[in-house]
């Protein structure tokens, strides 16, 4: 049984709304696809992620995080073939790596951690009944999902969508679709590609559908909260809530979003083609986990922002301060509790540092216990 919620708490308020819970919250947010190691952009969302989990544990709520592998990909299918390795290989050391990176920044454990691989079966029923709606079309051995709806209701005009599928993988020059802005569900392989059987031929899942089908499967129709980097908002996760609206009939698929703001590096996004690559392995060397966690949310969380040597440092700073200040003995009620109010009010982390350093004693320990620093 649940222990009963304590009505005196405050109830967290996300993207400027309440976001009530019954029973347990489900959280679903979008993993790694283990072909390289974790920079900074990637940590940046799964430790946002960790500290609204560990909000609202501190505030009585239940949580349930389901955070994915993307173990099937294009990406990692090349990315494996340079290595030379078989994917299923390369892809186990790189999420190990990946798990080592998460414990150093003390990300709890997701309670659902699915691996694409293992749920193929699930992406070709959602491909069917996808086919049964009338959302989507086979050709070519492949099912496609329409997508002029999607870019509509995302609000993105045709070329601006071109241009972010074009960025992501999406294959817009695939002769096989009605129209270039269609995503596939399914994916007919060659023979040198990984395959499943299927009822349209041997193939493999889409990325959108695999978040889609392991999101279904793990929580039903409809999420609390879903997270991911903003890079994720077009296509990944406007074709993947369209596929769960499609076949499920509830609407909305996740009721609140958060998208975490990108981290640059001299301006421009962090990318293997562009070099300016941050890892997280790198900065925990020269610092410690706590301080790159207080770096990563001592800031909006959905703001982009530029990464340099000197955060490291401020982060540093601004840590040894709060635990100088959780030294100090006593502390009000009232103290602890107006913490509490700046994380439960869109876990808004540099006022309640503001708040607990100023405060020090109970209020400053309340708030290393809760976010883990
Ligand atoms: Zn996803």
Known sequence: MLPAPDPALPRLHLGGRALPVVGRARIYVCGVTPYDVTHLGHAATFVWV?????????????????????????????????????????????AFHFERDMAALSVRRPTHEPRAH?????????????VDSGAAYTA???VYLSGAPVV????????????????????????????PL?????QASSADEPAWPSPWGPGRPGWHAECTAMALSTFGPTVDLHAGGADLRFPHHAFESAQAEAVTGVV??????????????????????TGNLVFVGDLVARSSGAVVRTMLLDRPARDAWDHTDADLEQAGVRLDALHSAAGRPGGTDAETRAVLEALADGVDVPRALDLATE?????ARDLIAVLAL
């Open 50 to 94: 960790d500290a609204v989990d560990r909000v609202l544990r501190r505030l009585g709520v239940q949580v349930d995080v389901c955070r994915n592998v993307t173990d099937v990909d294009d990406v990692l299918t090349d990315a494996a073939q340079r290595a030379g390795q078989p994917y299923e290989r390369f892809a186990a050391v790189q």
């Open 118 to 130: 293992t749920f193929v079966p699930q992406v070709v029923d959602l491909a069917a009944a996808l």
């Open 140 to 142: 070519g051995g492949s």
């Open 152 to 179: 509509e209701r995302a609000r993105l005009g045709r070329e601006e969508a071109l241009a972010l599928l074009q960025a992501n993988n999406g294959r817009t020059d695939d002769p096989v679709k009605r129209d």
């Open 182 to 186: 269609d995503q596939a569900v399914w």
């Open 252 to 273: 909305p698929f996740a009721r609140t979003w958060l998208h975490v703001g990108t981290v640059q590096v001299g301006g421009e996004k962090m990318a293997k083609s």
């Open 359 to 363: 405060a020090g004693g109970r209020a």
